[in-house]
């Protein structure tokens, strides 16, 4: 199913996600997979693969929680700084297929779009600055800065607290089920996924939510406005 099954007529709020839905999963998946089990392993003298091993389970253990998250916490875990390493890697950092387009035209739309993410708002920085997006969004949400994940129903209230939106004419795109399920809870009204977040890896077969393909821009409402009164 593709984006253009979104209602866009009951939508002024739009929430975004960033890793998977506008970003290419791709990036993250060999950080935290191949790069970082690769250096982490040098540094203590294991083989990749035992150090991949050891990374995966420290990942289990903190999956639910902001730890997750935060470059913070695997800085101090590991002894490494991860930030830095991201950033050697930002020549990787690619948008998802029609992303770029789908942004550009959403300032037309008489709509607000929001950034709402579960990154360290280094990360975010550093991954909007490297694309030159730091200016498409009429505000950005660390999970960080609200204190839990998006996955959380605490997440949400602290939300609507931070960016007072109206929940029934709001629609979310995320890669999450997770994540959906509460914003589903808390009443969002237009819940969408993605398809294929990472392209290294093949496109997702099933879903509870619509999921998404290429991100198509909505159609202007102006220009639609424009039709019906020239042929009145």
């Not at 399920?181 to 392209?199: E, M």
């Amino acid at each position: 199913m593709t984006v253009a099954a979104i209602d866009w007529e009951r939508v002024d709020t739009l929430l975004l996600d960033m890793d998977g839905v506008l970003l290419d999963l791709r990036f993250d998946n060999y950080f935290w997979h191949r790069y970082l089990p690769r250096h982490y392993g040098r540094r203590h003298g294991l083989g990749t693969a035992t150090a991949r091993a050891e990374l995966e389970r420290h990942y289990a253990a903190v999956r639910e929680r902001l730890d997750w998250y935060c470059v913070e916490y695997w800085t101090r875990e590991l002894g490494m700084d991860v930030l830095a390493m991201k950033q050697r890697l930002r020549r990787r950092i690619k948008l998802r297929p029609g992303a770029r387009r789908f942004l550009n035209a959403l300032p037309a739309q008489p709509m607000s779009c929001h950034l709402v993410s579960d990154a360290h708002p280094a990360v975010i920085a550093l991954k909007l600055e490297h694309l030159e997006l730091e200016d498409q969004f009429d505000s950005i949400h660390s999970s960080h800065d609200i204190g839990h994940p998006k996955q959380s129903a605490a997440f949400w209230t602290g939300l609507a607290s931070a960016l007072p939106f109206e929940a029934d004419r709001s629609a979310l795109i995320d890669d999450t089920e997770a994540v959906l399920d509460a914003a589903a809870n808390f009443g969002i009204a237009q819940l969408y996924t993605v398809r294929r977040p990472d392209s290294g890896k093949p496109p997702r077969r099933h879903s509870r939510f619509t999921m998404l393909g290429r991100l198509v821009p909505p159609p202007s409402r102006v220009a639609q406005e424009s039709v019906s009164v020239v042929g009145s």
